[in-house]
């Protein structure tokens, strides 16, 4: 088994992490996790971006609830526990996640073994399985719910239940510290240009970059199952295609779009 793992930021970060992974059989304590989830497909344009994995291009695609897919599931365990998945997190062969090559991340997805009706709801934080014939990588405390341990690999079914939301909180910039507390709207796109698991580089990037072509910087604190992140976003943009043409003419060109809730 290997797995290939690249975490590029712009300026410090971008991720997209591959994997080629194989069955194996492990023991240790199961778990089970309840997603609270939209119904709806808005939150999978966040990280939508095409990558490249041993010269085959994959495009992340939108889904709605409801959408069914077939194929084989695989699953991985304690060779990659504690690493760094596609999206940031570092992985848990104990939490109900799993790899997928396409479906958005944070997408939860029911899956289902064919062969003996077993079930797990698992959050898409990762990309793989870089092997043809399978179309999902299973933690290992989903493969045990659903009865595959044992054989490492079985035909599933997958359905799309909703999309996972994270809370985050804005943290102000010392300059808005200084004045008197006002709300301030959220609603438009933004750009996610850095991450950082620091609070530090986030604050370094935050004024490097504020008020870049009249667009401000704010810090999103992100906290998750398996982690905090400190997310840099340039906010201010009216539209997705106001956004996207600021990208594609900026330094910032693999920066993720982000709608703002």
Not at 83 to 105: I, V
Not at 193 to 215: N, P, V
Not at 236 to 252: H, P, T, V
Request: charged content about 25%; some cysteine; aromatic content about 12%.
């Amino acid at each position: 088994m290997n797995k290939t793992s690249f975490f590029s930021i712009i300026l410090l970060f971008l991720v997209v992490g591959c994997s080629t992974r194989g069955p194996g059989v492990y023991h240790g304590r199961n778990s089970s996790v309840k997603y609270n989830y939209k119904k709806h497909p808005a939150y999978s344009h966040a990280t939508m971006r095409p990558y490249v994995v041993r010269g085959v291009k994959y495009y992340p695609t939108v889904v709605k609830v409801g959408d069914k897919f077939h194929g084989n599931a695989s699953w991985y365990g304690p060779n990659f526990h504690g690493k760094l998945t596609s999206n940031g997190e570092r992985y848990n062969m104990w939490a109900m996640t799993a790899a997928h090559k396409t479906l958005p991340m944070n997408t939860i997805v029911r899956v289902t073994n064919r062969r003996n009706g077993k079930s797990a709801i698992v959050r898409i934080n990762d990309r793989g399985p870089f092997v043809a014939t399978r179309i999902i990588d299973l933690s290992k405390a989903a493969a045990s719910k659903i009865g595959m341990i044992g054989r490492g690999t079985a035909p599933v079914t997958l359905e799309v239940l909703g999309f996972a939301g994270k809370k985050t909180h804005n943290i102000p910039s010392k300059k808005q510290l200084k004045k008197s507390p006002k709300s301030v709207a959220t609603d438009g796109y933004a750009l996610q240009i850095a991450s950082f698991k620091k609070l530090s580089g986030a604050i370094l990037t935050q004024e490097k970059y504020d008020k870049r072509d009249g667009y401000r910087t704010v810090i999103k604190d992100v906290r998750g199952e398996n982690g905090r992140l400190f997310k840099v976003w340039l906010e201010g943009f009216k539209s997705e295609q106001e956004a996207r043409d600021y990208k594609k003419n900026s330094i910032f060109k693999y920066a993720f779009i982000v709608e703002e809730d």
